[in-house]
């Protein structure tokens, strides 16, 4: 491009440069491609807790850049003895897995040139809750199969769209933390 | 109990008899437990964008006990080209989990006679972010390990709340959907 404005140049949202300087970067030195990502939640009742989120380590060091914590409460619906305090467990996890593959299909879509009109989706997970309260041993305990059905507006082939959903299929971190068996270790903290 | 007071007995926050009237009605018909969760996603721009979440099946009929959806924005910190518009989705993961064990617990303790007093809990995953960006095919593009750590207070033995966590860890449907692979469907809608 040979215009220059004020604005930073901006492609599906994102500043090119820092993009393209984050890469360079990472692609210098991969240690700064290391993460840790960090929530922490109090039980307040029932099936309501509450989760906040500031501090995550990345890019070599400890982020500072968040002044004030993000705050999300969990609840349940009356038929799962709630209050609709909130939506619940497995739903964000809808809710995370929706915007990791849009933000990865945005990004991906920018890094080959595809300029990004309109990205909406519906995601759909079976569950059967028989496992959860160890009705049947023999039925899964998480959920069976989950769906996403997205409608993409972009300046690009049919073809093009369906090779770069596939890709993000393989490199949305949510949606590869779902596919892929992750270990969760969980401890109890011992009275000193 | 003989004792009867105008407000319902509850345990562990839970109404005690909405409880045992659900695990009868799923004990009896088993089809019951089948449930349906759904996130409808919106993009914003770069790496913005937001789920509204109401209605779900469960329970043998579609839900309507919601009148309003919840609505959560995804968003991302500055070194990763978002202006920390929200938490972003791999964070979102962490909420879920948290959530799900937490309820998971306090539920299971309430089936088990346990009274819990408080629980407090971290969350913490490990990501390398090459996977993302398809630096380096080799790197898991999701969650290495995921680490929950918990504090719980409660009117029972070290031993019965190790005994509880061990059960919970096999029975939180977000973290059994994290530990066992799941298959996540991508499918694009074609225009009309």
Same mark, same amino acid.
């Given at each position: ?13 994102f500043e090119? *440069?820092?993009? *393209? +300087? ?27 807790? @509450? ?5 995550? %380590?990345?890019? !070599? ?10 705050? =999300? ?9 709630? /209050? ?7 739903? %964000?996890?809808?809710?995370?897995? #929706? !915007? ?11 890094? @080959? ?28 305990? !998480? =959920?069976? +199969? ?10 690009? /082939?049919?073809a093009e ?8 299929? !393989? ?8 596919? @892929? ?6 401890? @109890?903290?011992?009275? #000193?």
């Amino acid at each position: 491009m040979t215009t220059q404005t004020a604005e930073p140049q901006r492609f599906n949202g994102f500043e090119v *440069k820092a993009m *393209k +300087q984050t890469i360079d970067a990472l692609t210098q030195d991969r240690t700064l491609a290391r993460f840790e990502f960090r929530a922490a939640n109090e039980w307040l009742g029932g099936g309501m807790n @509450r989760s906040t989120i500031q501090g995550f %380590f990345g890019a !070599g060091a400890e982020d500072r850049s968040r002044t004030l914590p993000f705050a =999300y409460t969990s609840g349940e619906p009356p038929v799962l003895l709630g /209050s609709n305090e909130s939506a619940n467990p497995g739903e %964000f996890l809808l809710h995370a897995l #929706a !915007g990791c593959v849009t933000t990865t299909t945005v990004l991906h879509a920018a890094a @080959r040139g595809i300029t990004i009109r309109s990205m909406t989706s519906v995601v759909v997970g079976d569950i059967d809750l028989q496992g959860l309260l160890a009705l049947d041993p023999a039925v899964p305990v !998480g =959920y069976r +199969q989950i769906t996403m059905k997205v409608d993409i507006k972009a300046d690009c /082939s049919d073809a093009e769209l369906d090779e770069l959903l596939e890709f993000v299929h !393989g490199h949305s971190p949510v949606c590869d933390t779902i596919r @892929r068996p992750v270990p969760v270790v969980l401890e @109890r903290l011992k009275a #000193a």
